[in-house]
């Protein structure tokens, strides 16, 4: 109930809008509008031209013992208060009513009056021809702590606590540079602002993106809005050229509201009274900007809105900076394991070819075992009959073949550096077949390459196979292994052979064994190169049992007349679910399937 309809101290009660000398005050709002006012958080007291009090909200009323309906606000202690000698709102300096002497003050500016023990910011405006609204807030305390000042300055310090505290929960919540810049915006408009944008700075098109939330009316839900505008259209707004590239720890601006272009306010938003902006401080530069707009009619910022703002300001531009820098360090990995990531198999003329490659659990996408085909352009379709039956001497080995290599490795070592190697091999070989094609000479220059990295551990095992026709629509593979697993073969009608071929490790001895044999493989049949992570895996019942060369043999056997990109998934789940998720080693696998005349 208002203090308006309340009845004086030991007097007897008067109807609604009665004063306490009997003369008929103007009609009072409806009862809706008296709760509405009872449950403002800031003070409110209505005057009437003369100086009386016509309504005192509940706030007020606990602010101002004393004041009531009818109150002379000219005398006693809210004489200063209420300051009825300025025109309030008025837009000028005016005085009011008959009381000479009395400082004119400026109209519509807030102002601290001590108040008994209690400072009170006070803000007069003018309500109709014939009537004046103060609003009241409390300041602080003018002499010792009363209970009452105590009580709101705690409650207003623990809601900008709580406050700031939010924004640190929410802000630290993610390191998606977009997500950031709308938390600031939501918690801004959600306690400083009718609405509130965030422009982040130019990328290299020129544009400034921006993300902007707006409070919503009455039942209406806050809007949430994101675009774009060319970087020259921020620097014609004085002030925001300033907050997004200002020293991270500038100053505040208030920015012009006749000046506003349309695209910095919402559309509906009406006229903006009030526009600041704000530079978010990140890593020697303003990560973004803030800008706070309310509404015209609305309170301008004050003192204690910039320290708010300026405190949101530092949480959200250590949470931008920070997304900033994750996500460009993100697309600079991005960038540099894309090549290390393995290749897209080419199409190869009589053969067909998959495989699968599964870094270890520690290394994430990226490991030492590696597989890769070399396909020279001008051999795309390759020659039939390069290399004759054996290939480990004789003249033969001294011509210039071009075909199409395919190899498969593990580098010592595993995750980044591993991974890294594994690149440096697959480039290298590259180079290499600019000069040299026999799979036996470019395993030796490997190998001195290897031997001459500065890299530690630069050890490396592989196998390769040159291919070729050859009559009846059979495929040879020219294979030649360095301190590699031999490769497996699957013949048609199911019978697994391991190919008894074997080498030195590169990048350890300066000359290394090297052998060499040729692998037949009728239409249908298979060649299954592998890495050691595969066969050395602990899994199994126990967990701790190796699944061993004898059961990728058994488990190749059953995979007779499939789709090579079958057999290799179906390897593939095998070892899986011998592992049962325990940790493991890189596992590679490399099928090559003779395809034959028929296909």
């Not at 208002?2 to 609604?16: F, H, L, N, V, Y």
């Not at 890495?531 to 050395?536: C, I, L, N, P, Y």
């Amino acid at each position: 109930m208002s203090r308006a309809t309340r009845p004086a101290a030991g007097g007897p009660a008067r109807p609604p809008g009665m004063s306490r000398d009997g003369d008929r005050l103007p009609d009072l709002p409806p009862a809706v509008l008296f709760a509405a006012l009872d449950g403002c958080g800031d003070g409110v007291v209505l005057c009437d031209s003369v100086g009386r009090v016509v309504l005192v909200n509940a706030v007020a009323a606990e602010m101002l013992p004393g004041v009531e309906a009818g109150t002379d606000t000219a005398r006693g202690p809210a004489a200063e208060l209420f300051a009825h000698d300025a025109s309030p709102g008025s837009g000028g300096e005016v005085p009011h009513g008959d009381r000479p002497g009395r400082e004119v003050r400026p109209a519509d500016r807030p102002r601290e009056v001590r108040y008994g023990d209690r400072l009170i910011r006070v803000r007069g405006e003018r309500a109709g021809l014939d009537h004046h609204v103060w609003h009241l807030t409390y300041a602080g305390l003018a002499g010792p702590a009363g209970g009452v000042a105590a009580a709101f300055a705690l409650r207003a310090e623990r809601r900008r606590t709580e406050f700031l505290l939010d924004a640190g929960r929410r802000l630290s919540a993610s390191l998606n540079t977009r997500r950031c810049a709308r938390a600031t915006a939501e918690l801004a408009t959600g306690f400083l602002a009718d609405s509130a944008i965030v422009l982040l700075p130019a990328d290299l098109r020129r544009r400034v993106e921006w993300v902007r939330v707006t409070a919503g009316r009455g039942q209406a839900s806050a809007r949430f809005e994101e675009g774009a505008v060319p970087a020259a259209d921020t620097a014609t707004v004085a002030g925001l050229a300033d907050a997004l590239t200002a020293s991270p720890h500038g100053g505040v601006w208030r920015l012009d509201p006749a000046g506003t272009p349309g695209w910095l306010v919402p559309e509906g938003f009406g006229d903006a009274g009030h526009l600041m902006a704000i530079p978010l401080p990140g890593n020697g530069a303003p990560s973004a900007a803030l800008v706070l707009a309310r509404r015209a009619g609305g309170p301008p910022f004050d003192e204690e809105d910039e320290a708010l703002a300026r405190a949101l300001a530092v949480r959200a531009g250590a949470a931008i900076a920070a997304a900033t820098l994750y996500r460009e360090q993100s697309d600079t990995n991005a960038i540099l394991t894309g090549d290390l990531l393995p290749p897209d198999l080419p199409d190869v003329d009589g053969i067909e070819l998959a495989g699968s490659l599964r870094a270890s659990e520690q290394a994430g996408l990226i490991g030492g075992d590696f597989y890769d085909v070399y396909l020279p352009d001008a051999f795309a379709a390759f020659a039939a009959e390069p290399y004759p039956q054996d290939i480990t001497g004789g003249a033969a080995t001294d011509r210039d073949i071009r075909a199409p290599l395919v190899i498969l490795g593990d580098v010592c070592g595993k995750g980044a550096r591993a991974a890294v190697l594994a690149g440096q091999v697959r480039h290298s070989l590259r180079t290499l077949l600019l000069l040299e094609s026999r799979p036996e000479r470019l395993i030796e220059l490997l190998n001195r390459a290897l031997l001459a990295s500065p890299s530690p551990n630069s050890y490396v095992t592989l196998v390769m196979g040159a291919l070729s026709r050859a009559p009846g629509g059979h495929t040879r593979l020219h294979l030649s292994v360095a301190g590699h697993p031999p490769p497996l073969v699957l013949r048609r009608d199911g019978v697994v052979e391991r190919v008894a071929i074997r080498g030195s490790l590169l990048g350890a001895l300066k000359n290394p064994v090297l052998n060499a044999v040729t692998v037949d493989l009728a239409p249908g049949e298979v060649c299954l190169f592998y890495s050691d992570g595969v066969t050395e895996a602990f899994g199994g019942p126990s967990a701790r049992e190796m699944f061993g060369p004898a059961r990728l043999e058994a488990a190749l056997g059953t995979c007779a007349g499939m789709p090579v990109a079958a057999l290799v998934e179906r390897l593939e789940q095998i070892s899986t679910e011998w592992l049962a998720g325990g940790e493991h080693d890189d596992r590679a696998l490399l099928a090559i399937r003779a395809r034959g005349a028929s296909g």
